[in-house]
């Protein structure tokens, strides 16, 4: 039974290039790994590799994808929702969709891993007197 998700540094640059800071990005990497192993968790209980194959196909490429969110918030802008700027009758402005750099996983994210949608469960209903104390 496999308890822990990695993704590696090249596994991440072959998706979106060397990383400036692979010291930062690798603790990224972990972290991202363990959300997504608690949303697993939390949808399925305890990780069995091989239990969800959409899961499983789909871990590393969603890590590196959320990592990659955190990490392109330009150094200058951390923290800033907007920016605009203007120059005579020209105004040119831009809006951040992760100004703190967080790790979040969004729907499609959750949708690419199997743990997303409706749940269909039952109860068996007691028969008899005889379970009855």
Same mark, same amino acid.
């Given at each position: 039974?496999?308890?822990?998700?990695? @993704?590696?540094? *090249? *596994?991440?640059?072959?998706?979106?290039?060397?990383?400036?800071?692979?010291?930062?990005? %690798?603790?990224?990497?972990?972290?991202?790994?363990?959300?997504?192993?608690?949303?697993?968790?939390?949808?399925?209980?305890? &990780?069995? *590799?091989?239990?969800?194959?959409?899961?499983?196909?789909?871990?590393?490429?969603?890590?590196?994808?959320?990592? %990659?969110?955190? @990490?392109?918030?330009?150094?200058?802008?951390?923290?800033?929702?907007? &920016?605009?700027?203007?120059?005579? %009758? &020209?105004?040119?402005?831009?809006?951040?969709?992760?100004?703190?750099?967080?790790?979040?996983?969004?729907?499609?994210?959750?949708?690419?891993?199997?743990?997303?949608?409706?749940?269909?469960?039952?109860?068996?209903?007691?028969?008899?007197? *005889?379970?009855?104390?």
């Amino acid at each position: 039974m496999a308890t822990d998700l990695t @993704v590696t540094l *090249e *596994e991440y640059a072959a998706r979106y290039g060397t990383p400036p800071d692979p010291e930062r990005l %690798s603790a990224l990497l972990s972290d991202a790994c363990d959300m997504l192993l608690t949303a697993y968790e939390g949808r399925w209980g305890c &990780y069995v *590799e091989g239990a969800h194959p959409a899961f499983d196909r789909g871990y590393k490429a969603v890590a590196c994808a959320v990592v %990659s969110r955190a @990490v392109n918030v330009p150094d200058c802008f951390a923290g800033a929702t907007q &920016y605009s700027q203007t120059a005579g %009758s &020209y105004n040119a402005s831009i809006t951040f969709a992760n100004p703190t750099a967080d790790l979040w996983l969004g729907r499609s994210d959750l949708k690419r891993l199997g743990l997303a949608g409706t749940r269909i469960g039952s109860i068996a209903p007691m028969i008899g007197d *005889e379970d009855r104390a």
